[in-house]
């Protein structure tokens, strides 16, 4: 028991210095995605509801189960959904036929509007 | 039972399924470093999650008894009919809301399955005393959380007014410190092994309870970015304590990647508004602050209004344009018009750029997924210091919505409540258009000079009908 906490304690530190590297590495532009990323992975409590359920005894610990139970599923579930559908939005200026928009705003952004520019705003 | 040699059965397979499924879950959120990894990522992730639940369903005893059964599969129903619809069917603009809520959700869970771990195993000595500090930091935190979360929601939904909610004076404080003390007291006096234990297990849950209440409705809305981060990451700390007294490395790992992304984004929200997480969880800040110079610093000079055509024709003629949104953007729901007239613009030549502040709009990234929305490729998004010293090159700056992000008296009144936030230096450009709905100051409560600056003006009205008519003058021109 002894060295199970002491591993525990050590899979705790670790993976709190594991996160962080991970995440600082996340760019402002996701970090709402971030966060409801990071709402599902802390649907894992699901796990303690499951391991518990079991031992529970009595109506009141089962509904307090079946709560966290079902807390923890809305969380993974939702929270990854949601991540999903988010993410499926950011879109780049599409990479693969790149050149056509370039061309068309180039030539564009070198022509008429912008000398006359300075001409309309006087 | 079935007999616990099968293999699937063995806590060393249950073990190695563990390790596969947080290195999955590391390496799944390692993909959020990139849009174009992110969607993999959050997949990989995902898998990894689902190899933990199955491990942990396949552990011996787990299936104990036709009730168990029948709850564990009442639970996941009920969070799969409330999770999928939430997921699929939240809007954009109200994803703040909905990562408060499912904040709430997963803090709730923690304290829940504490409360049970604490009233099953009643017996004094059942559990080492090491284990029981976990459990009860897990329950403390879990409910803080919950509730602090809860209220979040509240005032993002507008259920409940944005504005601070407060005792006056210190009175707050002293409350807050002695609802915190009641919680530890009850933790420590259960560690101690009294007789009375539901009494002081109620002690704990009802004294956070009403702590997470009380941290949270005194904190302005403009402040929400901040505390929805640090909710996450009270939420990630409380399911990896539960791990620890759980014994269960996948909470643990989990619980600890939330724990840092949610330190991270605080840190980062409270650095872009220049104070202090402490200052912010006081609460209090905007709203009450009564604005101390407003009066008097309006000597620069009445304020200009414009019409939409005027800021057509100046938008239609610039080289370059910067869009500024906030908040504003977001309650008008105006992303979408605004993606139209920077597709206007772009049709006659102009470069079109976004000014993105960390902490515009109620949370992290938020501008960020709202114009993700509108199908603004992310690539025009600018972060601060990128932007900032673009702005001299810029003709024209538009500000949406957004206030405080972009008060010059940030850096030039060192009286100001603000002075010394990093902002949107919007003044620099040649000139400034502010759509904004009246000249009601921003959540600060401060008056923003920028408004009564000579090359300023000021076009009123909804954001997202003024967008709509500018887009329409620029088409026609």
């Known amino acids: 028991m002894g060295t199970t906490f002491v591993i525990d304690l050590s899979v705790l530190v670790l993976a709190g210095f594991v996160g962080y590297s991970v995440i600082s590495k996340v760019p402002n532009t996701l970090h709402t995605p971030l966060m409801s990323g ?15 359920m079991h031992v529970a005894s009595g109506w009141l610990e089962h509904v307090l189960l079946v ?19 988010m993410l ?23 022509s008429e509007p912008a000398p006359t520019s300075k001409d309309d705003r006087k | 039972m079935v007999s616990g040699t099968v293999f699937f059965q063995t806590t060393y397979f249950t ?5 596969v499924a947080f290195s999955l879950l590391i390496y799944g959120m390692g993909g959020l470093t990139g849009p174009r990894t992110a969607v993999r990522g959050n997949k990989i992730a995902a898998v990894g999650m689902a190899i933990a639940v199955a491990a942990t369903l396949l552990t011996p005893g787990v299936w104990h008894g036709t009730s168990t059964v029948i709850l564990i599969i009442v639970g996941v129903v009920i969070g799969t009919a409330i999770g999928v619809p939430a997921a699929l069917r939240v809007r954009m603009t109200a994803m703040p809301q909905m990562v408060a809520i499912f904040n709430g959700v997963g803090g709730g869970a923690v304290a829940l399955i504490a409360w049970v771990e604490f009233r099953h195993h009643f017996e004094p000595g059942y559990f080492p005393l090491r284990t029981e500090i976990f459990e009860l ?13 809860n209220i979040a929601f509240g005032k993002l939904q507008e259920v409940l007014p944005g504005r601070p909610i407060k005792l006056p004076g210190s009175s707050q404080t002293f409350l807050n410190i002695g609802l915190f003390v009641v919680a530890v007291v009850s933790a420590v006096v259960l560690c101690a092994g009294v007789h009375s234990q539901a009494l002081f297990i109620l002690g704990i849950l009802v004294a956070s309870a009403a702590l997470g209440n009380m941290v949270v409705l005194p904190i302005g809305g403009a402040d929400m970015p901040v505390v929805i981060s640090l909710l996450n990451a009270f939420t990630g700390l409380s399911a990896a304590a539960t791990g620890v007294a759980l014994n269960n490395t996948v909470m643990i790992v989990a ?37 101390p110079a407003a009066g008097g610093e309006r000597a620069g000079g009445a304020v200009r209004s414009t019409s939409p055509a005027d800021v057509a024709i100046q938008l ?60 603004v490729p992310y690539d025009l998004l600018r972060e601060m210091d990128d932007i900032n010293p673009e702005f001299s090159r810029t003709d024209v700056t538009l500000v949406i919505g957004a206030n405080d992000v972009t008060n010059p008296a940030a850096k030039n009144e060192p009286g100001s409540p603000i002075y010394g936030m990093p902002i949107l ?27 009564y600056d000579p090359k300023t003006a000021m076009l009123f009205g909804d954001a997202k009908a003024s967008v709509a008519e500018i887009t329409a003058e620029v088409q026609a021109l």
């Open chain 2, 255 to 291: 619980g600890m990647i939330v724990g840092a992304s949610g330190t991270i984004l605080t840190n980062l929200m409270a650095r872009a508004m220049n104070r202090s997480v402490p200052a912010i969880v006081a609460g209090g800040f905007g709203g009450a602050v009564a604005a």
């Open chain 1, 38 to 52: 990071t709402n599902a992975i802390h649907g894992v409590v699901v796990l303690g509801g499951l391991l518990l």
């Open chain 1, 67 to 85: 709560v966290a139970v079902a807390f923890g599923t809305i969380n993974v579930i939702g929270g990854f959904l949601v991540t999903d559908r």
């Open chain 2, 15 to 19: 073990d190695a399924a563990y390790i």
């Open chain 2, 137 to 149: 930091f897990g329950a403390i935190v879990g409910s803080v959380s919950f509730w602090g979360s």
């Open chain 2, 316 to 375: 239609a003629y610039a080289r370059q344009v910067v869009i500024a949104p906030g908040y504003g953007m977001a309650v008008a729901q105006a992303q979408h018009a605004v993606r139209e007239l920077e597709r206007a613009l772009e049709s006659r030549g102009v470069v079109v750029k976004y000014a993105i502040h960390p902490v515009a709009g109620r949370m992290p990234g938020h501008m960020n997924v709202l114009l993700a929305e509108a199908d």
């Open chain 1, 88 to 110: 499926g939005m950011f879109k780049g200026r599409e990479p693969a036929k790149g050149s056509e928009p370039a061309k068309a705003s180039e030539p564009a952004k070198g």
């Open chain 2, 425 to 451: 230096e919007v003044d620099k450009s040649a000139s400034v258009i502010v759509l904004k709905r009246s000249m009601a100051s921003g959540f600060a409560g401060i008056d923003n000079p920028l408004f």
